[in-house]
């Protein structure tokens, strides 16, 4: 099959090197990288897909998951303002 293809520059170089160490044309250098490339098998196909094992922690009781966004505010403006007022008398 008679074809045109547009290579990177770096296929382009490892292409022209495969000629020069293998003194064989272009044809046969693109036709050899070709079918050892292709006929490799998908590594990452033979291993097993990664799965999470997942596990409920919970929350102690008393902690009302939904308020704790609301927490973190809190937390947020007392250091604000720890930090905003500090060394300042009352």
């Known amino acids: 099959m008679r074809t045109t293809v547009t290579l ?3 296929v382009e170089r490892m292409l022209r090197e495969a000629m020069h160490q293998s003194r ?3 044809k046969e ?3 050899s990288a070709l079918r050892v490339g292709l006929s490799r098998k998908n590594p ?3 291993q097993p897909a990664f799965v999470v094992h997942a596990r409920h922690l919970g929350l ?3 902690i009302d998951p ?3 966004n609301r927490f973190v505010d ?3 403006s ?3 303002l720890a930090k905003e007022f500090k060394g300042r008398p009352r």
Do not use: H, T
């Open 8 to 10: 990177d520059e770096d």
């Open 24 to 26: 064989c044309s272009f």
């Open 29 to 31: 250098a693109l036709n």
């Open 44 to 46: 990452a196909a033979k």
């Open 60 to 62: 102690r009781g008393g």
């Open 66 to 68: 939904a308020s704790l």
């Open 74 to 76: 809190d937390l947020e």
């Open 78 to 80: 007392e250091a604000f």
